[in-house]
């Protein structure tokens, strides 16, 4: 497919169709398992064929649709083997590409948007360099120089909006597909966030903040704005081999240790330099920029649509204060501490010891000198507070997330998912001394 799609009747039917696609292999599985086929084989096939329908229809449709899978996409380390496995390559497939649009198509928006700058932009080449949720990026020359052009896709608005509208409808029935994730929420910020990552202008302003902050850095890389309008963003061109999705792939762990730190010091470490946290932690943002004989170098970071811009022009002082008291182990403080914040509404009790039990797992990144993430670390976590019959469970129905510390928890969350798909070994603890306001002390 190289267009977006753009007819609303059209696209709603594609995804409505997920769930009862879904529903309908189930059926049919379940029928092969009276037959007489193994409960595994056909479990087997049942998730690859969901994950194949699922993930091509998503990466076809672009749009909120493909911005979906990307987000889903930064989950799969928590997810149980058995459903991850089959899930894995469709799943990763999004993290880096798409189907282009016509070149001729691209060169009239581009005329259109930058008008008589658009004779300064020569040399556009026609396959596309790369392909996200509502836009593609071409390579060509600005003024003599090297720069990405990241065009939106026509139509991109409307496609995002009627996409996540019917995502919402159908989030319950997607549930099977996700076990375990709670697809509503996620959806819901999607939304909210949509007008933002629509207008190019604003992601020209951030990526700007960044870039002047970033400019010289020994670790990060942040390409400089030649120009943004509504639908047409210039940067300067960043000469990279891979994204992160490669080192998750087949990174020896030289390169997943190496780049995992990098990555993790600029997410803690963005946000008091820029006064914004980039929100946005899928593995194809961030770019590999190798030294010149190959030994793992610099990180790149792309797509500044996602930022949330914070109040305080940093992380919560608070956050970090009551990590470090859960790291002290003094739950009973921890409890005062979180009905403080909003995180236990008023007349909800939470006992300190069981969410002793909930938290310490999550705490202990935050502990130890070192650690590794893994895929393994991650489910086990996911399935502790999964559980119906577990404490933790039942701690967490009791928790409540407020709306200010929404995007920063959304955001880690993601970020501990790549660090358990890249299984880096860092020093975490170390990192949060330098970086999270509060942590310290």
Same mark, same amino acid.
């Given at each position: 497919?190289?267009?977006?799609?753009?007819?609303?009747?059209?696209?709603?039917?594609?995804?409505?169709?997920?769930?009862?696609?879904?529903?309908?292999?189930?059926?049919?599985?379940?029928?092969?398992?009276?037959?007489?086929?193994?409960?595994?084989?056909?479990?087997?096939?049942?998730?690859?064929?969901?994950?194949?329908?699922?993930?091509?229809?998503?990466?076809?449709?672009?749009?909120?649709?493909?911005?979906?899978?990307?987000?889903?996409?930064?989950?799969?380390?928590?997810?149980?083997?058995?459903?991850?496995?089959?899930?894995?390559?469709?799943?990763?497939?999004?993290?880096?590409?798409?189907?282009?649009?016509?070149?001729?198509?691209?060169?009239?928006?581009?005329?259109?948007?930058?008008?008589?700058?658009?004779?300064?932009?020569?040399?556009?080449?026609?396959?596309?360099?790369?392909? &996200?949720?509502?836009?593609?990026?071409?390579?060509?020359?600005?003024?003599?120089?090297?720069?990405?052009?990241?065009?939106?896709?026509?139509?991109?608005?409307?496609?995002?909006?009627?996409?996540?509208?019917?995502?919402?409808?159908?989030?319950?029935?997607?549930?099977?597909?996700?076990?375990?994730?709670?697809?509503?929420?996620?959806?819901?910020?999607?939304?909210?966030?949509?007008?933002?990552?629509?207008?190019?202008?604003?992601?020209?302003? &951030?990526?700007?903040?960044?870039?002047?902050?970033?400019?010289?850095?020994?670790?990060?890389?942040?390409?400089?704005?030649?120009?943004?309008?509504?639908?047409?963003?210039?940067?300067?061109?960043?000469?990279?081999?891979?994204?992160?999705?490669?080192?998750?792939?087949?990174?020896?762990?030289?390169?997943?240790?190496?780049?995992?730190?990098?990555?993790?010091?600029?997410?803690?470490?963005?946000? &008091?330099?820029?006064?914004?946290?980039?929100?946005?932690?899928?593995?194809?943002?961030?770019?590999?920029?190798?030294?010149?004989?190959?030994?793992?170098?610099?990180?790149?970071?792309?797509?500044?649509?996602?930022?949330?811009?914070?109040?305080?022009?940093?992380?919560?002082?608070?956050?970090?204060?009551?990590?470090?008291?859960?790291?002290?182990?003094?739950?009973?403080?921890?409890?005062?501490?979180?009905?403080?914040?909003?995180?236990?509404?008023?007349?909800?009790?939470?006992?300190?010891?069981?969410?002793?039990?909930?938290?310490?797992?999550?705490?202990?990144?935050?502990?130890?000198?070192?650690?590794?993430?893994?895929?393994?670390?991650?489910?086990?976590?996911?399935?502790?507070?999964?559980?119906?019959?577990?404490?933790?469970?039942?701690?967490?129905?009791?928790?409540?997330?407020?709306?200010?510390?929404?995007?920063?928890?959304?955001?880690?969350?993601?970020?501990?998912?790549?660090?358990?798909?890249?299984?880096?070994?860092?020093?975490?603890?170390?990192?949060?001394?330098?970086?999270?306001?509060?942590?310290?002390?």
């Amino acid at each position: 497919m190289t267009e977006l799609p753009r007819k609303a009747v059209r696209r709603t039917a594609r995804l409505a169709a997920l769930p009862l696609g879904y529903a309908g292999r189930q059926a049919i599985g379940l029928g092969r398992r009276i037959g007489g086929a193994p409960a595994d084989t056909v479990m087997t096939e049942l998730q690859q064929r969901t994950a194949e329908q699922l993930f091509r229809t998503l990466g076809e449709l672009k749009g909120g649709a493909m911005k979906f899978g990307q987000a889903m996409s930064i989950f799969e380390a928590a997810l149980p083997e058995e459903v991850a496995a089959p899930y894995r390559e469709q799943l990763t497939r999004l993290q880096d590409s798409a189907p282009p649009m016509p070149t001729i198509t691209v060169r009239e928006i581009i005329a259109d948007q930058l008008g008589e700058d658009a004779g300064r932009l020569t040399d556009l080449q026609g396959d596309p360099a790369a392909a &996200a949720s509502i836009g593609q990026v071409h390579q060509a020359r600005w003024d003599g120089a090297d720069v990405a052009v990241k065009v939106q896709y026509p139509g991109a608005g409307d496609a995002l909006r009627n996409d996540l509208k019917q995502l919402a409808r159908v989030a319950r029935g997607l549930g099977p597909v996700f076990p375990g994730i709670d697809v509503k929420p996620l959806v819901t910020e999607l939304q909210e966030r949509a007008e933002e990552e629509l207008d190019y202008r604003l992601e020209a302003q &951030a990526q700007s903040v960044f870039a002047a902050e970033y400019d010289g850095d020994p670790a990060v890389v942040v390409p400089a704005v030649r120009a943004g309008t509504e639908t047409v963003l210039v940067t300067d061109w960043l000469d990279s081999p891979a994204s992160l999705a490669q080192v998750i792939r087949d990174g020896s762990q030289a390169e997943r240790d190496h780049y995992g730190e990098k990555f993790v010091r600029f997410l803690f470490g963005a946000p &008091a330099r820029t006064g914004m946290l980039h929100a946005d932690p899928h593995p194809g943002n961030f770019r590999l920029l190798p030294e010149p004989d190959g030994s793992p170098g610099r990180l790149g970071v792309l797509d500044f649509g996602a930022v949330a811009r914070l109040p305080e022009r940093g992380l919560p002082r608070t956050l970090g204060s009551l990590i470090r008291i859960a790291c002290l182990d003094d739950y009973d403080q921890l409890v005062a501490g979180l009905r403080d914040e909003g995180f236990i509404r008023e007349k909800v009790q939470v006992d300190a010891d069981k969410l002793r039990a909930y938290l310490s797992p999550f705490v202990e990144p935050a502990g130890a000198e070192t650690f590794t993430f893994s895929r393994e670390w991650m489910q086990e976590q996911f399935r502790r507070v999964n559980d119906p019959k577990g404490d933790a469970y039942s701690v967490m129905l009791r928790l409540n997330l407020p709306p200010s510390y929404l995007l920063i928890h959304r955001t880690w969350v993601g970020g501990v998912g790549v660090l358990s798909q890249l299984g880096a070994t860092i020093p975490f603890r170390e990192i949060l001394l330098e970086s999270l306001p509060g942590f310290a002390g």
